[in-house]
């Protein structure tokens, strides 16, 4: 079993910064891919960023390109997503995830552990 822990979530201006970091604990992996996914109050839960953790391929929902950069420190099992010029309409519970898979995927169904989510609100 994993353990995914998420934290670095709260509030701020739009046109600020975050960066949000998931701690992975448990039981050891040696590879798959690690996302960020969010959900505002009575939406889906989109895909916002991934990563391939042997190979540090990414991939980013379109939305954020460009804004939100995702990252892996291999030594702490950690993943960040460092989110900047934010906007209102990023305001979600923003969740991590691990999937045992090489592919970088979209699909929320495909992933296999969960945090628990943590807030991020941007006003106006």
């Known amino acids: 079993q994993v353990q995914l822990v998420e934290s670095g979530g709260g509030s701020v201006q739009a046109g600020g910064s975050l960066r949000l970091s998931c701690a992975a604990s448990?039981?050891?992996?040696?590879?798959?891919?690690m996302g960020w996914f969010r959900q505002a109050l009575g939406k889906e839960r989109d895909f916002v960023a991934g990563?391939?953790?042997?190979?540090?391929?990414?991939k980013y929902g379109d939305a954020v390109k460009g804004r939100f950069i995702i990252s892996r420190d291999a030594a702490s099992n950690t993943v960040y997503l460092q989110m900047d010029s934010l906007k209102p309409e990023d305001t979600s519970v923003y969740y991590c995830?691990?999937?045992?898979?090489?592919?970088?995927?979209?699909?929320?169904?495909?992933?296999?552990?969960w945090g628990q989510g943590t807030q991020v609100t941007v006003s106006s």
């Open positions: 995830a691990l999937r045992r898979g090489g592919v970088i995927n979209t699909q929320r169904t495909l992933y296999d552990y």
């Open positions: 448990g039981r050891t992996f040696s590879g798959g891919v």
């Open positions: 990563i391939n953790w042997i190979n540090g391929n990414t």
